[in-house]
């Protein structure tokens, strides 16, 4: 499949500049939104827009997600006038969406039983930046010749494909990346928060600290927008991270495995969530610490 018709469903943050660069490829691609005035965006650059799910499914030879949580995945797929009420035996669906890992192995189950669809859970981590540069790293659950299959048209999108396991497998490495993200985001705040309150310049810590072991990509993104107090045109929001962490404390549970510091760091930012900042930057965190009046 060298040249496969592509469905793109979910042009948010990540979904936007990804269509974008599979376009830039020379990929035949059409999409879908919930919110068509997105998707019409994309037809401004030679997309195909698609008035309806089944229209899209119809037309493509794959159909890529990437929607905003589990819930939304099994709708698009399964909702009325959904994927599988439109899908047939050959194509695959690819998520890149983050979602729930044993939701994901019974989709595919289900997916498979309503129309013979293939899955492969493939979530990405890279961020919008990621994303707009095709240096995304994904992490691939099914199987391996089908995965194998579908690199080259990923290649536009991504630096690196790891197959992690069967079906599923790609959502459990990607609650493992979102564990080390989580509760680094809490730490850098309690971090920056400690650095102010102690009369340091907090905006010199990246300086002072990068290339040391407290380096790391998050270090490198969030500390200078708390330092900044710099929360404008929020690349993710602290919603979709705190999604995250709870997927890592239910998927601990079934598995048996202890997350005491992510559940700690989920109930950190639930609680900064009930205060209006869900649609916030995670970087938001810092002002959990600040003194609400300045001397």
Not at 113 to 119: F, H, I, Q, Y
Request: hydrophobic fraction near 45%.
């Amino acid at each position: 499949m060298t040249h496969p018709r592509l469905g793109f469903i979910g042009i948010g943050l990540m979904g936007d500049p990804m269509t974008r660069r599979l376009l830039e490829a020379g990929f035949d691609v059409t999409v879908w939104n919930r919110s068509p005035a997105k998707a019409e965006a994309l037809g401004q650059v030679g997309a195909g827009v698609a008035a309806t799910l089944g229209e899209l499914v119809a037309s493509v030879d794959l159909v890529m997600l990437c929607l905003a949580n589990t819930e939304v995945v099994e709708s698009v797929v399964f909702g009325e006038g959904g994927v599988a009420e439109h899908g047939r035996r050959g194509q695959t669906l690819i998520d890149f969406s983050s979602s729930d890992p044993a939701a994901t192995r019974d989709f595919a189950r289900r997916l498979e039983a309503r129309c013979g669809m293939g899955w492969i859970d493939c979530p990405v981590s890279g961020g919008v930046a990621g994303a707009e540069a095709g240096s995304l790293v994904m992490m691939a659950g099914g199987e391996a010749t089908d995965i194998d299959a579908i690199r080259p048209l990923l290649a536009p999108l991504t630096a690196r494909v790891t197959h992690m396991g069967p079906v599923g497998a790609g959502q459990v490495t990607k609650v493992c990346n979102q564990m080390v993200v989580g509760c680094q985001a809490a730490v850098l705040a309690e971090m920056v928060a400690l650095a102010e309150a102690s009369g340091v310049e907090a905006t010199r810590l990246v300086e002072a600290l990068s290339g040391g072991f407290a380096d790391s990509k998050p270090f490198q993104i969030l500390t200078p927008r708390m330092a900044a107090s710099d929360f404008e045109n929020p690349p993710w929001h602290l919603r979709t991270l705190l999604k995250d962490l709870d997927l890592a404390v239910a998927q601990s549970q079934r598995s048996g495995s202890a997350t005491p510091m992510s559940a700690l760091a989920a109930q950190l930012m639930r609680a900064h969530t009930t205060r209006g900042h869900a649609e916030h930057d995670p970087a938001i965190l810092v002002e959990a610490y600040r003194p609400t009046q300045r001397e």
